[in-house]
C-alpha cells in the first residue's frame, strides 16, 4: 500500500458560530444515503466521493462539530518519544519503560527513538481493550459477591 506524504499541518477548531452549521452538516453525513455522496463543483461537476473519504469527513464533522480540534496524520508518520506520550496522556519516561519493555515497537535514528503513529494508535486500543476487561471483570466478581446492584 502506498501511502502519501502529508505537510504536517496544525489542529484545526471550529470557531464557535460555525458550530450550529456543523451539527446540521453532521446529522446530515450520518443519515442513510441512497446515492454516493459526492462534491458539486461550481459549473455543475459532480465527484462521487470515495468511501474512505467520506469516513474521514463524517469523523472530522463530527468531532469539530463536538469543539475538538482535528488534524490528520498518516499513520506511518514517525513521532518523537515526547509526541507519541502525549498521544498516550502518560510521562515521557513511563514510555520509554514501555518502549524498552517491548510493548510498542519503536527504532532509532541517530540516538533518538522514533515510533510509528500506527503502533502508538494500536497500543492505545489495546490499553483501551485492557482496561474494558477489567472492569467486566471486576462488575463479575462484585454481582458474583451481592455487592452490585
Known amino acids: 500500500m ?5 505537510k504536517p499541518s496544525k489542529p484545526v477548531m ?3 458560530d460555525e458550530r450550529a452549521s456543523l451539527e446540521d452538516i453532521d446529522r446530515l453525513l450520518e443519515s442513510r444515503w441512497t446515492d454516493r455522496p459526492a462534491l458539486i463543483g461550481d459549473d455543475g461537476t459532480r465527484i462521487a466521493l470515495p468511501p474512505s473519504l467520506f469516513r474521514v469527513l463524517r469523523e472530522a ?3 469539530l462539530a463536538e469543539g475538538a ?3 490528520i496524520v498518516p499513520i506511518d508518520k514517525e513521532l518523537t518519544t515526547q509526541q507519541a506520550a502525549n498521544i498516550l496522556n502518560v510521562s515521557r519516561p513511563y514510555l520509554i519503560r514501555l518502549l524498552e519493555r517491548g510493548e510498542i515497537p519503536y527504532h532509532t535514528v541517530g540516538r533518538h527513538r522514533r515510533i510509528r503513529f500506527g503502533d502508538v494508535l494500536a497500543y492505545r486500543q ?3 481493550e485492557r482496561r474494558k ?3 467486566r471483570r471486576m462488575i463479575e ?4 459477591s451481592g455487592d452490585y446492584t
Do not use: G, M, P
Open 2 to 6: 502506498q501511502s502519501a506524504t502529508l
Open 14 to 16: 471550529a470557531a464557535d
Open 61 to 63: 464533522v463530527h468531532a
Open 69 to 71: 480540534a482535528v488534524t
Open 126 to 128: 489495546k490499553r483501551y
Open 133 to 135: 476487561e477489567a472492569i
Open 141 to 144: 466478581a462484585s454481582e458474583e
